[in-house]
């Protein structure tokens, strides 16, 4: 087991997050010891339970569990699905002392923290992440979220867990996709703050399993120094969200078609592209970020977006201020910028050639 320790200095508190664990005995002998209460519900994606049937005994320690499965689908990241999270716990008589743990990616840890965070004005919370993608970027950091009709992540708050436990033997179980959805996270670490990261994935052959723990705990060690200087994204917390902005407006108009880091991917090449065109990008940054996502087969067909939809959605982005779209720009392969305003005209004379490129 290895520990890595958010630090806290304006809340004067830690969060210990927990790699190499197996989830089976720190479920029944570790969580039990790090919440006072006598009751945990357990938020989990409905795979877990036909994967994983005997992960969740009955009682943990002195502890009652209970279960609550999350419909599947970006879709039904919504607030709803957060009442029914709390109606439950509230029909089990929770107090403030229970606690309600995620086991599942990043919609699991997203519900079930926004749940944590409002009922009773804040419970115990924990995160057991299962995929890539929730355990390089989505566990740490204390975000939650749930999405609106009118664009992704934009009702949430921040709430940190009180730990995080990550047993990586769950990504054995993934589909390819799962894989790659995460490794979009990866990449955009080594493009905005982890050069040698990024030289390490130029020269390896992708979809490489031995390599994942490596890319899970440099990017934990890189989110965590950025959380632990700017936790509610106040400042350089914003450059996390390279690939985030053009991505959340893809992903809401096609949760068919792309997941979550399909579209950050390709995200991050059209914001690349974009700071190209004003100048902050250089073309041969541009070049080898294109390259990197070709190597790890992301889609890269953008025939069926909607332009006006993506720029409608763009428009209400939760990073915006004053009315203006704003964007992380990356300066170099492992730095970045964020702040950047772009003009809805640029997106929108620039597209066919966006399009266009192979």
């Known amino acids: 087991m290895q520990t ?51 992960l969740i005994p009955e009682t943990i320690g002195n502890k009652r569990t209970f279960r609550f499965f999350l419909a599947p689908g970006e879709r039904n990241k919504t607030l709803s699905s957060v009442g029914k999270i709390i109606t439950e716990c509230a029909h089990k008589q929770f107090e403030r002392i229970d606690a309600i743990a995620a086991v599942g990616g990043g919609k699991s840890s997203d519900l079930a923290g926004f749940a944590a965070s409002i009922y009773q004005r804040g419970i115990p919370f924990f995160i057991i992440p299962t995929t890539l993608l929730s355990m390089v970027d989505a566990c740490v950091g204390g975000k939650t979220a749930v999405n609106l009709p009118e664009g992704k992540n934009l009702a949430g708050t921040f709430y940190q867990p009180t730990a995080v436990a990550m047993d990586f033997s769950f990504l054995d179980t993934l589909p390819k996709r799962q894989i790659r959805t995460g490794m979009a996270e990866v990449i955009k670490h080594a493009v905005i703050g982890l050069p040698s990261l990024f030289s390490f994935l130029e020269t390896i052959k992708p979809y490489q399993k031995e390599h994942y723990p490596r890319f899970i705990e440099e990017s934990i060690q890189f989110k965590k120094h950025i959380v632990e200087s700017d936790e509610k994204e106040g400042g350089i917390r914003e450059i996390l969200n390279f690939g985030h902005t053009m991505g959340h407006a893809v992903e809401i108009h096609h949760y068919a078609r792309f997941s979550h880091g399909e579209a950050v991917a390709l995200g991050m090449e059209w914001e690349s592209f974009l700071g190209e065109k004003i100048g902050i990008t250089p073309i041969e940054v541009r070049e080898k970020i294109s390259a990197m996502l070709i190597k790890y087969n992301f889609p890269r067909n953008k025939s069926s977006l909607h332009i006006e939809q993506i720029i409608s959605s763009l428009k209400r982005d939760k990073k915006n201020r004053h009315g203006k779209i704003r964007m992380v720009l990356p300066t170099a392969i492992g730095a970045a910028q964020p702040g950047y305003e772009i003009d809805s005209s640029l997106i929108h004379s620039t597209w066919k050639e966006f399009c266009d490129e192979k």
Do not use: C, W
Request: avoid cysteine; charged fraction near 20%.
């Open 4 to 54: 890595f320790i958010l630090q806290l200095p304006e809340k004067k508190r830690t969060v210990p997050i927990f790699t190499r664990i197996n989830a089976s005995s720190f479920i029944q002998h570790t969580l039990p010891s790090l919440f006072p209460g006598e009751k945990i519900l357990f938020v989990l994606d409905k795979p877990m339970a036909t994967l994983y049937p005997s």
